[in-house]
């Protein structure tokens, strides 16, 4: 087997963190998200309530294709899709275009209801989340300021769900189709921007603190030290006269 000439170590080359827009899918994603809505308004205005659906559906499996096309990842498009089939059966079912914004008004106040909920059992979603996907364990929850953290940035995920479904429960209830499209839109990506932005102070802050708590803890010996210190401890003890 043969060394490496000079000693030369392979070094990985560091990928750039993602930015906030690039997570949600940079701006097509943007796009791509608000197209069905925006098709299904407009078809449901000039053609009415079937080809309306329809639409929606065709746009969003286009969406799917172009991304399988272009070799973007998929999993924003597929979930889009799932998520516009069902808003175009409830649609369908209840014979009203604004059934097809059903869906996404009461899965906001089931998440609202998810985060709060984990903010009063001491898990909040937004510590367990993050730190579950960076394998960082459950060290934040033993410390009060990471856990005060957290919770800050899930009320505030809860207070955005909550407020989706408050304001677009309300344009439902009074057949504002329009204004509901310009709602779930306007009320989305935005608003989830925000959400994030506070998820990362939290982790920021978590993160900050936890290694200054780290570096004032006292180092732990290994055995090697240990067995030194006891050499050295019974080597310097006085001989006892018999």
């Not at 939290?202 to 290994?222: F, M, N, Q």
Request: hydrophobic letters at 50%; glycine letters at 8%.
């Amino acid at each position: 087997m043969t060394e490496p000439v000079g000693g030369e170590e392979k070094t990985e080359d560091k990928k750039p963190q993602p930015t906030l827009l690039e997570q949600m899918g940079g701006l097509s994603g943007l796009f791509y998200s608000s197209l069905p809505v925006i098709v299904f308004v407009i078809a449901n205005a000039i053609f009415g309530l079937t080809v309306g659906i329809w639409a929606a559906v065709g746009s969003a499996v286009a969406i799917t294709v172009l991304r399988i096309v272009r070799k973007e990842p998929l999993q924003p498009a597929i979930s889009g899709f799932f998520g516009v089939a069902i808003a175009a059966f409830i649609a369908y079912r209840t014979g009203s275009a604004k059934g097809f914004f059903l869906f996404g008004i009461w899965t906001s106040l089931v998440y609202c209801g998810v985060f709060v909920l984990s903010i009063v059992v001491r898990w909040p979603l937004a510590g367990v989340v993050w730190n579950a996907l960076n394998g960082s364990g459950h060290a934040w929850r033993k410390d009060k300021k990471s856990l005060i953290s957290y919770s800050i940035a899930t009320a505030a995920m809860a207070l955005i769900f909550g407020a989706r479904f408050v304001v677009q429960r309300w344009l439902y209830d009074e057949d504002y189709t329009g204004w509901l499209a310009f709602a779930k839109i306007a009320m989305g990506y935005p608003l989830y921007a925000l959400g994030l932005l506070t998820v990362v102070w939290a982790v920021r802050r978590s993160d900050k603190h936890l290694k200054a708590l780290a570096e004032e803890a006292p180092r732990e010996e290994t055995d090697e030290e240990i067995e030194a210190r006891l050499r050295a401890k019974y080597a310097q003890a006085p001989a006892v006269d018999n």
